[in-house]
């Protein structure tokens, strides 16, 4: 991926209003070849309005939507994106084979049947009633049906809510190999623990503008915090009283301290304080933690 490749998706200072609400007020974004793209914010942050502009189900009231460099709502470009929706209606008393078949006729070169199933783990269930299907299984089903027009721009919308841990880490797998293979893919999740491990960029939205783009390690950077987990003869009040810490608590056993600064003078007080420390760990601040601050920061 080339950063002077042209964008598969991109919005320029996009603004749409529902009524005297504002959904999204002039955001850009834009998603290239091969890169996953993750789109976070808190539930009325704008997310599900820029997926729906760039999908071409609504129109922008001012700036510009491009999917291909071409408007959404024309049919050329939406034959070259996959769809897994978070919501959706499929017929139940369909056999998901059937459902595969049927939506595979909609693209002019779509996937064998057979390769969209095993790459979303479910050629198992292809004479099996859609409607028979658990939560994790139908979600599983509409990310094959998201794949069967071999899509170049994919947009999962929360796709392994209701998943088991190993159904999820198997979709992951194979988002991924997608991505190697040269798809974009936008993200959706309110798993951050998700968003971590397969994003290369994030955009970070609240009421409806962009906190913060960037990739994992820059988002993350936007806040200092770090963890440290130890065994130790010292109580987390004494701690929570020393410079640089803001939070300290025993859990299982173990002394966690969260600082907001620099980690090194609190351990060297940690260290020098108590030599009987133990099961020394240092982490610092997640995905989750930096939105965590960032949302409550535009909050």
């Known amino acids: ?133 658990s939560g994790g299984q139908q979600r599983r089903v509409q990310f094959a049906l998201s794949l069967c027009g071999r899509p170049e721009l994919l947009f999962l919308d929360e796709p392994t809510v209701g998943m088991d841990i190993e159904a999820r880490e198997r979709l992951w797998v194979t988002i991924r190999a997608l991505v190697a293979e040269g798809c974009g893919v936008l993200l959706t999740t309110h798993y951050l623990e998700e968003a971590e491990a397969l994003a290369d960029r994030v955009t970070v939205l609240a009421r ?20 440290i987990r130890c065994r130790s003869a010292l109580s987390a009040e004494t701690v929570r009283d020393w410079p640089d810490v803001c939070e300290s608590r025993i859990e299982s056993g173990l002394l966690t301290i969260t600082t907001l600064q620099q980690a090194e003078p ?4 940690l260290l020098a304080d108590d030599a009987t420390v133990s099961a020394l760990e240092v982490q610092r601040a997640g995905l989750g933690e930096a939105f965590t601050e960032l949302t409550r920061e535009a909050a």
């Not at 990739?215 to 915090?225: G, M, N």
């Open 1 to 133: 991926m080339a950063l002077a490749d042209p964008p598969l998706a991109a919005l320029h200072d996009a603004r749409k209003n529902f009524g005297a609400q504002c959904a999204l007020d002039g955001i850009d974004f834009a998603l290239r070849r091969g890169e996953l793209h993750a789109l976070l914010g808190p539930n009325g942050a704008g997310k599900t309005t820029a997926i729906a502009l760039l999908l071409g189900l609504a129109r922008a009231d001012s700036g510009r939507v491009e999917l291909f460099g071409a408007d959404p709502q024309t049919l050329a470009p939406r034959r070259r994106v996959g769809v897994m929706l978070q919501s959706g209606s499929l017929p139940e008393t369909l056999r998901v084979g059937e459902l595969l078949a049927m939506t595979a006729n909609y693209y002019p070169c779509p996937r064998p049947l057979s390769e969209s199933a095993e790459r979303a783990g479910i050629a198992d269930l292809l004479k099996r009633p859609y409607g028979k299907l």
């Open 266 to 269: 609190v351990l060297r007080r």
């Open 208 to 227: 409806g503008r962009v906190l913060a783009a960037g990739t994992v390690d820059e988002i993350r950077a936007r806040t200092q915090r770090t963890r």
